[in-house]
């Protein structure tokens, strides 16, 4: 049976709760558009308050859709479904270019009625048809590189914070947003990840 879009965005949001710290839960999502548009994709409640995640994920098409669908044709001919194929990820620059791209687009959105609003960008998506048209070269990016892309455009958003996170990163990293410092943090190799409270500063 076909994953539905919200299916989709809370599996990638519990993906980076994963990373964040594995023994969190349990994870209460439910849909916030279920009776009005809220502007999030995703409600996550924390310690009885009402988080509203917004969630993309990362293409590095100039057009929205356009490697990612290219992807998919590659990825459905190559030797039959499930088959290898090959391709070539983005440069540092190209990269840096579809995070920034991304962040543009996301914060024509404004999430209201929740405690704090988040932004989620999933990048390196394990899922065939979607690894390289998502991926980041994690390794080479830097928080400085993110800060210097859209520090500008976040701080004027409706976003208190933001995390971009390469899903099949080998260093298991993740890159986190927030509006109370206005800066990039960079965090690597999680194998279980700081506690919840440490992430949110609390």
Known sequence: MKTSKFERECSLVNRLLDRWHPDFGPRDFTDPNSLEESGADVELMLDNERIGIQVTELDNGLKPGLARGSEKIQAKTANGPGGAYFNWGPSKEAAIAAIQRAVRRKTMHTPSGFVENWLLISADVPEHGSVYSTS???????????????????????YDRVFLHPILAPDRAIFGWLKSSGVWSEHRNLPEGPTLSEILGK
């Open 136 to 158: 980041m070269c994690s390794i080479f990016l830097t928080s400085n590189d993110l800060d210097a892309a859209t520090n500008n455009i976040l701080a004027s958003s409706a």
